[in-house]
């Protein structure tokens, strides 16, 4: 009846047993994590952080290439797939 298939048998029991064996560990645990109530309370009065006043505007770099053209100076990968 199960000439072929004892392997597969043997499988199904041997993971119904460590289903089994991990299933009643977990409920004899019991561990139920404690909730914690925080202590640290809000202060009454908020505070804003101190603000920073911009001091000039900011300056854009320009690339330097002389004149050469700085697409063939970029190294690309260009070989494919």
């Known amino acids: 009846m199960l000439r072929g ?4 048998v043997l499988v199904l029991v041997m993971a119904l047993i460590l289903f089994g064996i991990s299933l009643a560990s977990r ?3 019991n561990n139920n994590p404690q909730t914690t109530v925080p202590t640290a309370t809000l ?10 006043a ?4 900011p300056v854009v770099l320009t690339p330097n290439n002389n004149g050469i053209n ?5 190294p690309t ?3 494919a797939l």
């Open 77 to 79: 990968y260009k070989e």
């Open 54 to 57: 911009p001091t000039d505007a």
């Open 43 to 52: 202060s009454a009065t908020a505070t804003n952080p101190p603000t920073v």
């Open 70 to 74: 700085a697409a063939a100076n970029i």
């Open 27 to 29: 409920m004899g645990d």
């Open 5 to 8: 298939f004892r392997w597969q």
